[in-house]
C-alpha cells in the first residue's frame, strides 16, 4: 500500500502548485472569433525563442523534481516516489488546472528513452542518465531512422565498429525531433553486416555533444524545423554505454517503438482544439452552413472518430495500469490520432475554401493552414500509417505476411505470391 493516501497527495500537489504557479482562469465558454486561433503543428520558431522556451521547461521540471513530484512513480533510486499510476494521472489533471512552462521538450526523452534505459542499460548508465532526465537537466531524443531505412527500420546502415572499450559510430540519421537541443540520443546501429537484418543490430546511448556530431535542420512545410538529420563522423561510445546485448538491438528498438507508438498515439488532437467539436461547429454557424446535412454528417462523424480514439486509447491506458507493456494496439492509437488529424484537416479545407491558403485577415481561417501542412509530418512520425495498418493486419488481426522485396532478389525473379522476409 503507498504510504501517502491520495487525498493527501492531492493536498501536497495544490500546495506546491499554490506556491509556485498560477491557477487558469475558469474556461470560458467558446465563442468564435476570440482568443487564440493558432492551430499550428510544427510551427516556426526563432532559436532565440526555442532556448527561452527550453530553460523554463527545465526549471519547472527541476521545482516538481526536488519538490517529489517529478517521477511519481519511478523507482526511489532514480528520484521517485514508487506510487501508483493513479497519483501520476492526478498530478497531471491537477497541473492542468495551472499555468506552467511548456513540457513537451521532455516527450520523447521520458516517454521513449528513459523507459529503454531504465530496460536494457548498465546500472552505470542507468545512475548517469535516468535520475537527470526526470529532473529536466538532460534532454533525450531518439536516432531510429534513416535515409534508406525509415518505415523498414531494420535496413539501417549507420554502423558501430568495436574498438576495445569503446564503439566507433559512423553514419547518418533522420528525421531527428529535438536533435538541436538533446543533450544524449538513444541510436541504433549496424554492428554486423553478415548476420540477418533484424539480428545485426545493436542499441547505445550517445552524447549529443560529442565530437563528430553535426545537426542539421529540416525545413518544413509549415516553416518548423521540428526535424533534424544528423551525421556521425568515427563518434566515440563508450561499451558500458550499449543498451542490451551486441546484436540484440531489434529488441531495444522495439521496447522504444511500442513506447512511441504509446506517447504518440495518447497525444489527444493534438492540442489547440483539434477534436474540439464546439470549436468546429460554430465555424459552421460563422459561415453559414450548419444546416447543410452532409456538413452536418461530417462534422459528427469527426465527432465521432474522436471519441472512438478516445476510447481506445483509454483501454490501452488500462493494460498498461496492470503492469502490462504497451503493445500493438498502440499502433491502432498512432494510426487513429494521425487519420483524426487528417479528417479534421479535411473537414475545415472543405468549410473555408481558398480561405485556408489565402490569408484574408479572418480569424480562425488562415491559421488552419499550418494544421493542413502539418498533417503529413504526423503520418510520418513513429512509423507510417501504411506500416501501422500492417502491424495491425499482422498482429492484431492476424492476417497473413504482406508482401516484399528483399535486396538480394531480382525483381525480374520474384514470383507472384512470394513471401519475403
Known amino acids: ?32 472569433g476570440e482568443g487564440d486561433d493558432d492551430v499550428a503543428l510544427f510551427e516556426e520558431v526563432t532559436p532565440e525563442r526555442e532556448q ?30 514508487e506510487l501508483p499510476g493513479a497519483y501520476d494521472r492526478l498530478y497531471g489533471q491537477l497541473e492542468g488546472q495551472y499555468e506552467t512552462p511548456n513540457q513537451s521538450f521532455f516527450g520523447i526523452g521520458l516517454g521513449m528513452v528513459a523507459p529503454t534505459i531504465q530496460a536494457h542499460a548498465t546500472p552505470e548508465v542507468k545512475d548517469l542518465y535516468v535520475r537527470k532526465m526526470y529532473r529536466g537537466d538532460l534532454v533525450g531524443c531518439q536516432l531510429f531512422s534513416e535515409p534508406g531505412a525509415g518505415s523498414d527500420l531494420a535496413s539501417l546502415q549507420c554502423k558501430a565498429e568495436r574498438d576495445g572499450d569503446e564503439w566507433i559510430i559512423t553514419g547518418q540519421k ?44 529540416l525545413r518544413q512545410m509549415t516553416g518548423g524545423a521540428s526535424f533534424n538529420e544528423v551525421f556521425f563522423t568515427e563518434v566515440r561510445v563508450p561499451d558500458s554505454h550499449r543498451l542490451g546485448d551486441v546484436n540484440q538491438g531489434w529488441t531495444v528498438a522495439l521496447t522504444t517503438l511500442m513506447n512511441e507508438r504509446a506517447s504518440i498515439g ?78 479534421t484537416a479535411n473537414f475545415v479545407a472543405d468549410i473555408l475554401g481558398p480561405r485556408i491558403i489565402a490569408d484574408t485577415g479572418e480569424w480562425g481561417t488562415f491559421a488552419w493552414g499550418q494544421l493542413l501542412l502539418g498533417v503529413p509530418g504526423m503520418k510520418v512520425a513513429g512509423g507510417t500509417d501504411e506500416v501501422m495498418k500492417n502491424i495491425v493486419g499482422e498482429r492484431v488481426l492476424g492476417l497473413p505476411k504482406d508482401s516484399g522485396i528483399d535486396s538480394v532478389t531480382p525483381f525480374k525473379d520474384l514470383k507472384v505470391g512470394t513471401q519475403v522476409s
Not at 2 to 29: C, G, H, M, S
Not at 187 to 213: E, N, Q, S
Open 1 to 32: 500500500m503507498p504510504d501517502i493516501t491520495i487525498d493527501e497527495f492531492r493536498d501536497e500537489v495544490v500546495a506546491f502548485l499554490d506556491a509556485n504557479a498560477t491557477k487558469k482562469q475558469a474556461e470560458q465558454k467558446f465563442v468564435w
Open 52 to 81: 527561452e522556451d527550453l530553460d523554463l521547461a527545465k526549471a519547472w521540471r527541476a521545482k516538481r523534481f526536488d519538490a517529489g513530484l517529478g517521477h511519481i512513480t519511478g523507482a526511489v533510486e532514480f528520484g521517485g516516489r
Open 174 to 217: 533522420v528525421w531527428t525531433s529535438g536533435a538541436q537541443y538533446s543533450d544524449i540520443g538513444e541510436i541504433i546501429c549496424r554492428t554486423d553486416a553478415d548476420l540477418p537484418k533484424h539480428k545485426g543490430l545493436t542499441g547505445f546511448v550517445v552524447d549529443m555533444k560529442a565530437p563528430g556530431v553535426e545537426i542539421r535542420p
Open 266 to 343: 495518447a497525444g489527444g488532437g493534438g492540442g489547440s482544439g483539434l477534436g474540439n467539436v464546439t470549436r468546429l461547429a460554430e465555424m459552421c454557424r460563422y459561415f453559414e452552413v450548419a444546416d447543410d446535412p452532409v456538413v452536418r454528417q461530417k462534422l459528427m462523424d469527426v465527432y465521432i472518430n474522436f471519441q472512438v480514439s478516445k476510447f481506445n486509447n483509454q483501454r490501452a491506458l488500462d493494460k498498461i495500469k496492470r503492469g502490462q507493456l504497451p503493445g500493438p494496439e498502440m499502433s491502432i492509437a498512432k494510426l487513429s490520432l494521425t487519420n483524426n488529424m487528417w479528417r
